[in-house]
């Protein structure tokens, strides 16, 4: 494949704009003027979260501003992320992952949960087919990130949810042989358990 763009965030507009057709005829949505960057979602690095988008009233000029997570290279993943997000801001962030934003996820051919950016296998073939239109990708596909790890120091072990961000700790035997999900009613989902940390 050959390289159109020279940043991804010129890629990631392209994108955005080709989408914008699909999303008026399958879901009924007018995608807005979008800002697109990449980088870390405000939980940071740690989280699973792929990407985020802020409503029009955060911006000072009425703009929906959206991120795209920077260690994510795959062209069709990132595609995924980014109509995720695109359906958001269509609602302007309204609702969260409720009841009109699940049926654009659904209509446009997302799959299982609505906080995902799981696609069909007919919407995986039409991104593979955007991003071969687009060119490569402009992945720094070597940037590394947390790679090192250490052992934990205390016998409490950090349980973090990959949905919401919640973060409690549990001792190892409550945590061993169990599924946990977050305490948070709103969210209940199933929490990442660390038995390690990341070293500074």
């Not at 965030?9 to 990449?38: M, N, T």
Request: hydrophobic share 40%; aromatic share 8%.
């Amino acid at each position: 494949m050959t390289q159109i763009f020279e940043t991804r965030e010129e890629w990631l507009q392209a994108a955005a704009d080709a989408l914008r057709e699909p999303f008026r005829k399958r879901a009924g949505l007018s995608v807005p003027e979008v800002r697109i960057g990449v980088g870390w979602p405000s939980g940071g690095m740690r989280t699973r979260t792929g990407g985020q988008t802020w409503a029009r009233a955060a911006s000072a000029d009425g703009v929906n501003e959206i991120t795209v997570r920077v260690d994510i290279h795959d062209a069709v993943d990132v595609l995924s992320i980014l109509g995720h997000e695109l359906i958001h801001a269509a609602l302007d962030c309204k609702g969260g992952h409720g009841k009109t934003f699940q049926r654009a996820f659904y209509l446009m051919g997302y799959v299982n949960d609505p906080k995902s950016h799981a696609v069909g296998e007919g919407l995986r073939t039409e991104y593979a087919t955007l991003a071969a239109s687009l060119g490569d990708y402009p992945s720094a596909d070597g940037l590394a990130v947390a790679a090192r790890k250490k052992k934990q120091t205390t016998r409490m072990i950090k349980c973090e949810c990959p949905t919401c961000g919640f973060i409690f700790r549990t001792t190892a035997k409550w945590a061993e042989g169990r599924v946990l999900v977050c305490p948070d009613e709103q969210c209940r989902n199933i929490v990442d358990v660390y038995t390690q940390v990341e070293e500074d």
